[in-house]
């Protein structure tokens, strides 16, 4: 049931991308709807993930593809550490294992991802809020997305 609450809110959440807006046409989501699957796809029991996929794919045709992705990503002892220090009592549970888990999964899905320009940051080794270098060459890269970029590594601009 939360697998599939999840997946309506994000629903919902791009309706309003798809009725667009007449003064701009610029959206910024701190999801990625086909990324929801991915969770699924870790916690749901083979025939669970079946009915949430029934239900996945009648809402996935009418989501607009976004035009460009930012991918965080970073070591799982960080993540732990982040975790450790926000110490939000929802987070508590989650085990290193299962963040090995989802970061696996996320770079295969990404490997694979060919429905936007990717650029996937490295956290653990880029402060987009201290390093003003590092936020320019992100915001070079929006401005003209191409491809697969990996920032702080190299950045085909």
């Known amino acids: 049931p939360a697998q599939l609450v999840f997946l309506l809110q994000r629903a919902g959440q791009c309706e309003a991308f798809a009725q667009g807006d007449l ?3 610029t959206w910024v989501a701190d999801f990625l709807f086909d ?6 796809e870790l916690t749901l029991s083979a025939s669970d993930l079946q009915l949430y996929d029934r239900v996945f ?7 607009p593809p976004p035009s460009a992705v930012i991918y965080l990503t970073a070591p799982v002892d960080v993540l732990m550490e982040r975790i450790a220090e ?5 987070e508590v549970e989650i085990s290193a294992d299962y963040l090995a888990d989802l970061s696996a999964v996320y770079a295969r899905y990404f490997a694979g991802y060919r429905a936007a320009p990717v650029i996937e940051i490295d956290v653990s080794q880029v402060d987009l809020a201290s390093q003003l270098s590092a936020y320019a060459d992100l ?10 970029a990996r920032l702080p590594e190299t950045l085909l601009l």
């Not at 990324?35 to 699924?40: E, G, Q």
């Not at 915001?139 to 697969?148: D, E, F, H, T, V």
């Open 23 to 25: 003064f701009d046409e």
């Open 35 to 40: 990324k929801d699957r991915l969770f699924a």
């Open 57 to 63: 794919e009648r809402l996935a045709w009418s989501v």
């Open 86 to 90: 926000r110490g939000r009592s929802y």
């Open 139 to 148: 915001r070079r890269w929006l401005a003209a997305p191409q491809g697969y």
